[in-house]
């Protein structure tokens, strides 16, 4: 693979962003350009252009999906990282034993307040935001999509 770099940086994936999108687009102003040329079947060209714009926004917001999917795994193994490295075992009993928010939460601990509030979530069922309501010292995550 080359050296990664301002100019190579960027990732495109070309089925999706080189033909579907583009294909969605281009029918997307031809259905709004007939709408006005074609009045006798205004309707149908409306009905199309909103099937095509949905088509395009379903495209969007699936990607968001995956994104956040995939983030949401990444805050799950930096969990169970972050557990070995505290405690010295492994965290799949715990893991279970835990709501998303409430590992998600945990992030903005620091160490010694990770230990306290864990231990309050597996006792009490705390949520997530009781979690955070209850840091003393806040450790940011500026990363988070």
Same mark, same amino acid.
């Given at each position: 693979?080359?050296?990664?770099?301002?100019?190579?940086?960027?990732?495109?994936?070309?089925?999706?962003?080189?033909?579907?999108?583009?294909?969605?687009?281009?029918?997307?102003?031809?259905?709004?350009?007939?709408?006005?040329?074609?009045?006798?079947?205004?309707?149908?060209?409306?009905?199309?252009?909103?099937?095509?714009?949905?088509?395009?926004?379903?495209?969007?917001?699936?990607?968001?999906?995956?994104?956040?999917?995939?983030?949401?795994?990444?805050?799950?193994?930096?969990?169970?990282?972050?557990?070995?490295?505290?405690? $010295?075992?492994?965290? #799949? &009993? =715990?893991?279970?034993?835990? %709501?998303?928010?409430?590992?998600?939460? @945990? +992030?903005?601990?620091?160490?010694?307040?990770?230990?306290?509030?864990?231990?309050?979530?597996?006792?009490? $069922?705390?949520?997530? #935001? &009781? =979690?955070?309501?209850?840091? %003393?010292?806040?450790?940011?995550?500026? @990363? +988070?999509?």
């Amino acid at each position: 693979m080359k050296e990664q770099n301002y100019r190579n940086h960027r990732k495109f994936y070309p089925p999706h962003h080189f033909i579907y999108l583009p294909i969605l687009i281009v029918l997307e102003i031809f259905g709004i350009y007939k709408i006005t040329d074609d009045p006798g079947n205004q309707l149908t060209w409306i009905l199309f252009s909103i099937v095509i714009f949905l088509l395009f926004y379903l495209a969007f917001m699936t990607r968001q999906h995956y994104a956040l999917g995939l983030q949401n795994r990444m805050v799950i193994l930096e969990f169970k990282q972050r557990y070995f490295e505290i405690f $010295n075992k492994r965290s #799949d &009993e =715990i893991v279970d034993q835990l %709501k998303f928010d409430q590992i998600a939460a @945990l +992030r903005f601990t620091y160490d010694d307040e990770f230990k306290e509030l864990l231990e309050k979530a597996l006792q009490e $069922n705390i949520s997530g #935001d &009781e =979690i955070k309501r209850s840091i %003393k010292r806040w450790r940011a995550d500026l @990363l +988070r999509i």
